[in-house]
């Protein structure tokens, strides 16, 4: 089967640290952290502003670089930035993290920088934010980084769809989309609309998750993403349909892994990223794999009304 990179998304290696906490830095040293994205074959690698901001005041972004260019990491992926569109307190930390995105990204050669939408309570509109997209693009585009919006559905952004009218209407070479499979389905997306909607020049990043036809009862989206997103090929989403859209659309790799469970975080690093790696290898051979077996069908029991199929042909939940 073809080869293929795959990127551990900052959350995928933040061992016990999850989303939403008050302190998210990671607690494993960052040589241990690049070392074992290393071993288990990963080609690039995520980080976050509250590790970034740790690591500016601790070894220094120089000495990191050092580091991942000794094992072989050539994909990094720096983020997420939130509040760039905001005015007031909000604003002047957003251009406080933003200053340390932009200086890692420089000295770090990274590939891409990440930014949120808006998921305040009262959140600004689309058109209220184009004028700092276009801004803060261009400032990417001088240290090198494209500039990844991730569109969440609890966000003014909720779908992909609407995301790409952003994108298109900003109209800025180095603004993109990370396209994350977890979200585009709760958005409400399918394999043809995805198709429909996406601009292949606009597509600088996808995330491969596995989670279950619909949202765990109990759990908000937000919960959702924060610990149910399931090791690929472990759920019930067509991922290899998803991974063949996104070839259609031009999208080559890095692809970006995003795995966030209780389970995942309780295990050792190692483990949990090797087996992560080996997973997602084979779904990715399953979407290389030209005229494979059918989809399996669905099971007899329906899913809740509330399910959001990517497509007709999803796997069932094992």
Do not use: K
């Amino acid at each position: 089967m073809e080869e293929h990179d795959l990127l551990a998304t900052a959350w995928t290696t933040a061992g016990g640290v999850r989303p939403g906490d008050a302190d998210e830095r990671c607690a494993i040293p960052i040589e241990i952290r690049i070392a074992e994205v290393a071993a288990a074959g990963f080609a690039g690698i995520g980080l976050g502003m509250h590790d970034l901001h740790a690591l500016r005041g601790s070894i220094g972004f120089r000495a990191l670089q050092r580091m991942l260019d000794d094992a072989g990491i050539v994909w990094v992926q720096l983020g997420t930035l939130d509040h760039w569109w905001a005015d007031g307190p909000l604003r002047d930390r957003s251009d406080a993290d933003r200053g340390v995105l932009l200086e890692a990204a420089a000295t770090l050669r990274a590939s891409h920088v990440i930014v949120a939408a808006d998921t305040s309570p009262t959140p600004s509109t689309p058109d209220a934010m184009l004028h700092a997209w276009h801004h803060l693009a261009a400032q990417a585009e001088t240290v090198g980084a494209q500039l990844v919006l991730e569109p969440v559905p609890w966000s003014n952004l909720p779908t992909i769809e609407r995301a790409a009218r952003f994108v298109r209407s900003a109209d800025h070479r180095n603004g993109g989309l990370l396209v994350d499979a977890m979200h585009v389905l709760r958005g409400g997306s399918t394999l043809a609309s995805l198709r429909d909607a996406l601009d292949p020049r606009s597509v600088f990043a996808v995330e491969l998750s596995d989670g279950l036809l619909s949202t765990p009862s109990g759990l908000t989206l937000a919960d959702e993403s924060r610990d149910a997103r399931y090791v690929p090929g472990s759920g019930a989403w067509d991922l290899p349909g998803f991974i063949r859209t996104m070839r259609s659309l031009g999208f080559d790799e890095p692809w970006g892994v995003e795995v966030c469970t209780p389970a995942h975080r309780a295990m050792p690093l190692e483990q949990s990223l090797r087996t992560v790696a080996a997973a997602t290898r084979a779904v990715l051979d399953a979407a290389d794999a030209i005229g494979g077996p059918a989809a399996p069908p669905m099971p007899s029991t329906p899913a809740p009304t509330s399910a959001v199929d990517f497509d007709v042909h999803q796997r069932p939940a094992r």
